[in-house]
């Protein structure tokens, strides 16, 4: 390979995703980005100055040994490179496909200063694609059996990502899902065509290689509690990856009239029970086709709501935020292919009150205008009411996607579990540790919704301090 | 895979299913119900758990085919399967020694609740049952009913069998010959519903009732089994589904059951149709 100097990989520009036309993505659900082809991914790695320093690692909420994976890539050798991402982060298909990347990693990028910062997302997607399409997919052996054994309650990414450590280091592992798919929001919530839901699968279907066991359609609370797990049940450890799965409204008047749907709702009907393909599967969703689908929200899940209404056929598909663009909390690049994809954006602009006829049929809202005063406790700048701008518009549908809380459902049923005022389990930030005796929690329903890496990390944390619990018997 | 050990019909349209899930059977209280997916391609639908057996680990479940689901399902015969049947879920049923307990049952309701009837009993309860239907052939539980009873009475709307009338009309007739009840227990259409709670209302009479809102997962993550009670937002899976009848919104919850009414609809008519279609076939083949 020849060898750039650094001044040259400076001047290489950043490889773009190669992507389905925005005006042909949007009328179907299959990925958005195509992924980079093998000689780009070199390129792109070439740019990589490997930093004494690199700081890009510190932007990584997991500390995946960014410089080193990258230097496999630039080699071309890129089963070398997913073996060093998994040192560090078990799912790099999904998190190089949902991460906020220009707040992380990319963003502590030095290559950023000058030029637009390495893609170590696209990167990290691309060798785990590669590894997966290879067939040679590394499925660790797990250390010899401990006799040990931990339920994992919840299959989204703390739990998975619990589910595999602890399953390496020899424990059986078992994990409880109240739904019918494994996955949590990244099957039931996260759209196929940010991530398809095979890719999901495949990775489960590693974990269930190794042996870590799964039961569905196990809502533990119910069937199941916490206290009868450590009990009769027989296990040594709890991780509770329960997530925040308790969808918010805004408490304004006529939000539960027909035609109001929460983001995980709509969600839900469309990704996990397919109500796009109905009536070939029994689920149906409002016929979004040519109507008017307002979503309330500037988060992932409010553009995925949007774009999901969009490519089931509606013929305005509005994103109404109360702030600014600059406030939004979705991944720049979600936003940007949202505009691509045809989206309206009605920024500064709140909803007052939803408006419909004597059979509650949603058809109108009446909104207000809005602009943004001092920062509040979160930094982001107050939006105020505009006094006198309120107006209608016409909609058929709404969705509101303005956050989830805490699912109460645990908290009732293992009531010696510390819980926050917001309704979150309080943990040891070090160990992820409850106020309860072998049992641990992490991810959404420590944070409240964050994201996917996050998650993920928790779940590694206490995965660790599981271990140490486990076979020493020290609390 | 959940295995159907007896399935029988119990009325026209109404079949009664005993299913192996011995965990659940283990687990489950009066009030609670579960959620059950047919197949890969089916919806999830909420089923009461009317009934358990510890020694099997069975529930039963009582279906009225109302819809493509439902009517699908009642077409499942002993030794079929059903894919998912999670629970048990919903918060069970307040029960307590009230005094005088009236559980009001209208058509399939009636199954819902017979366990809590069942459970108004053990409690101590004087309990008595007015089971309603439109016509004789479609009473059930009849003698189920009368045996956790200390009164029961059916009613039919066509005057066909027992109390001519409405299980309205029988409760009001209960309450002018000045019993002191003390609690009541309506499970039935929304309309049925809605009306016993107008009946107890001026008389303060405790009424709980089961809602049926639509639901999805049956976990509280989805929010589309919202109900309005006392004005506020409630999540009827989490909830409930039993709530205070003097508090419901029982219109809310009448229109936001008719989301899908047209879709329901063209389901069931192709579900339908292909049905014919087999028949045809198998007919034809014969
Ligand atoms: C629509 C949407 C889009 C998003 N987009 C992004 C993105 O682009 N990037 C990003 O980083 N993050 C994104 N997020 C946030 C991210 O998905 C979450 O932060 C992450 O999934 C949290 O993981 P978790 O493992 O804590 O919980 P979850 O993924 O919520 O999984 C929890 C699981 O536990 C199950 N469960 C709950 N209660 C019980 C119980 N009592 N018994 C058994 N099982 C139970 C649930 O059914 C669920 O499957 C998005 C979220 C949503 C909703
Ligand atoms: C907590 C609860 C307990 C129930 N217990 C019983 C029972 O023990 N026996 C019984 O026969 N029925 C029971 N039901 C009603 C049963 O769930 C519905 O009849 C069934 O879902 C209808 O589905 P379908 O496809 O056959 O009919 P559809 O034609 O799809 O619908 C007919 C009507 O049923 C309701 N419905 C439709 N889909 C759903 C859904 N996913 N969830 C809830 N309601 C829906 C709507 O009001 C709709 O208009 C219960 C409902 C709830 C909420
Ligand atoms: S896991 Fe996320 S933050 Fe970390 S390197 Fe990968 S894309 Fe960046
Ligand atoms: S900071 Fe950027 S250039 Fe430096 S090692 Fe990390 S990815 Fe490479
Ligand atoms: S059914 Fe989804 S929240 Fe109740």
Redesign the interface.
Known sequence: MKQLTPKERMKIPRHAMIEQDPQVRNRNFEEVNLGYAEQMAIEEAQRCLQCPKPTCVEGCPVHIQIKDFIAFIAEGDFLGAVKKIKEDNALPAICGRVCPQEEQCEQACVVGKRNDPVAIGYLERFVADYERNSGKVDIPVPKPSTGKRVAIVGSGPAGLSCANDLCQLGHEVTVFEALHELGGVLVYGIPEFRLPKAIVRKEIDGLKAMGVRFETDAVIGRITTVDELLGEEGFDAVFLGVGAGLPWFMGIPGENMVGVYSANEFLTRVNLMKAYEFPNYDSPILDCHDKNVAVFGGGNTAMDAVRTAKRLGARNAYCIYRRSEREMPARVEEVKHAKEEGIQFMLLTSPLEFLGDENEWLHAVRLIKMELGEPDDSGRRRPIPIKGSEYELSIDIAIVAIGNGANPLIPQTTPDIEMSKRGTIVVDEETMKTSKKGVFAGGDIVTGGATVILAMGAGRKAAQAIDQYITSGEW | MFKIINARFLAENIKMFEIEAA??AK?RKAGQFVII?IDE????IPLTIADSNLEKGTISLIVQGVG??TKELNMKETGDTI???????GKPSEIENFGTAVSVGGGVGTAIAYPTAVALKEAGNYVITINGARSKDLVILEDEMKAVSDESYVTTDDGSYGFHGFVTQKLQELIDQGKKIDFVLAIGPIPMMRAIAEVTRPYKIKTVVSLNPIM?????????C???VNGK?QFAC?DGPEFDAHAVDF??LV??N???AD??K??LE?FEHNCHLVEKINELEK
């Open positions: 965990k659940i687990k997916r391609h089916g919806e999830r493509k689901t894919l998912d049947v999670v629970g048990p879920l999805i997962d049956g976990t509280g993550m989805c929010g589309g919202r109900v309005i937002t989490v219109k809310n229109d936001r008719r989301t899908y879709l329901e063209k389901a192709k």
